[in-house]
């Protein structure tokens, strides 16, 4: 018996270190954005784009916790000491298993509510959310209880089979993440899965992001980025309905 123990122990061990390390090197990026008192609180993970973290996510974030999140980055590209990962230096499939680690933390922390974990994602970030979601086998082993998702790039990706809340932001002009590849995926999604889709037909991809004034050609994305204020702020007063709804409920 003690020998079937040890056995056991040794086997196990490898995955736990690897987890343990995984999540370390994550830890000292997340930029954790604490509201005011014990909590416990919702909490948020929000994962950038490949081009990482910008103004317009860091204002994002200091408004999250003014509505008493707990936020953290998922900051993938400085945990590996990456400016930028838009040429594929970081696999979607890295990223999901970044963000269970992110998730396996807030849920450790004392001051967060771990029922209450929600996830928002931008572009390659929330392609990352859907491989996250095409890897979870049950809605109880989910690593969140709701995601948003701005703009993914669902070309090529296969569809979830988890009934966990998604809402997706879409904009009708994009040509780095065409809409019409999300909308082919959703086809394929489980009927009667919690899902909201909103398409803001004159945004272009990034339209979220307020540091972007005018439209911006990116050679490396292979399209034109630029914010769209009318759709920005409707398609943030549709999240934080979103995430009121199936985080807070909880």
Same mark, same amino acid.
């Given at each position: =018996?003690?020998?079937?123990?040890?056995?056991?122990?040794?086997?196990?061990? #490898?995955?736990?270190?690897?987890?343990? &390390?995984? $999540?370390? +090197?994550?830890?000292?990026?997340?930029?954790?954005?604490?509201?005011?008192?014990?909590?416990?609180? %919702?909490?948020?993970?929000?994962? #950038? !784009?490949?081009?990482?973290? =910008?103004?317009?996510?860091?204002?994002?974030?200091?408004?999250?916790?003014?509505?008493?999140?707990?936020?953290?980055?998922?900051?993938?590209?400085?945990?590996?000491?990456?400016? @930028?990962?838009?040429?594929?230096?970081?696999?979607? /499939?890295?990223?999901?298993?970044?963000? /269970?680690?992110?998730?396996?933390?807030?849920?450790?922390?004392?001051?967060? =509510? #771990? @029922?209450?974990?929600?996830?928002?994602?931008? !572009?390659?970030?929330?392609?990352?959310?859907?491989?996250?979601?095409?890897?979870?086998? @049950?809605?109880?082993?989910?690593?969140?209880?709701?995601?948003?998702?701005?703009?993914?790039?669902?070309?090529?990706?296969? %569809?979830?089979?988890?009934?966990?809340?998604?809402?997706?932001?879409?904009?009708?002009?994009?040509?780095?993440? #065409?809409? $019409?590849?999300?909308?082919?995926?959703?086809? !394929?999604?489980? $009927?009667?899965?919690?899902?909201?889709?909103?398409?803001?037909?004159?945004?272009?991809?990034?339209?979220?992001?307020?540091?972007?004034?005018?439209?911006?050609?990116?050679?490396?994305?292979?399209?034109?980025?630029?914010? =769209?204020?009318?759709?920005? &702020?409707?398609?943030?007063?549709?999240?934080? +309905?979103?995430?009121? &709804?199936?985080?807070?409920? $909880?």
């Amino acid at each position: =018996n003690l020998l079937a123990a040890t056995l056991v122990l040794l086997v196990a061990l #490898p995955g736990r270190l690897m987890e343990a &390390t995984a $999540q370390s +090197k994550l830890e000292p990026y997340y930029q954790l954005l604490h509201p005011e008192g014990a909590g416990p609180f %919702p909490a948020l993970m929000l994962v #950038p !784009s490949c081009s990482g973290i =910008n103004p317009s996510r860091l204002s994002q974030a200091q408004e999250l916790k003014g509505h008493g999140y707990v936020v953290i980055f998922v900051d993938y590209l400085s945990a590996r000491g990456l400016e @930028s990962a838009c040429r594929g230096e970081v696999p979607g /499939r890295d990223v999901a298993r970044d963000i /269970r680690d992110s998730a396996r933390y807030l849920k450790s922390q004392p001051f967060v =509510n #771990p @029922s209450q974990i929600g996830v928002i994602g931008w !572009s390659g970030g929330a392609g990352a959310i859907i491989a996250a979601l095409v890897g979870t086998q @049950s809605i109880e082993a989910a690593p969140f209880r709701a995601a948003a998702l701005f703009y993914p790039g669902c070309r090529g990706r296969r %569809p979830w089979k988890v009934s966990v809340p998604v809402i997706m932001l879409l904009g009708g002009l994009d040509d780095v993440a #065409p809409a $019409q590849y999300c909308k082919q995926l959703l086809k !394929s999604v489980p $009927q009667g899965s919690p899902l909201e889709v909103h398409l803001y037909p004159e945004a272009r991809h990034s339209f979220d992001r307020s540091d972007l004034r005018s439209l911006v050609q990116r050679p490396l994305l292979g399209g034109t980025v630029g914010y =769209n204020e009318p759709a920005a &702020t409707q398609a943030w007063e549709e999240v934080r +309905k979103f995430l009121n &709804t199936h985080l807070r409920s $909880q």
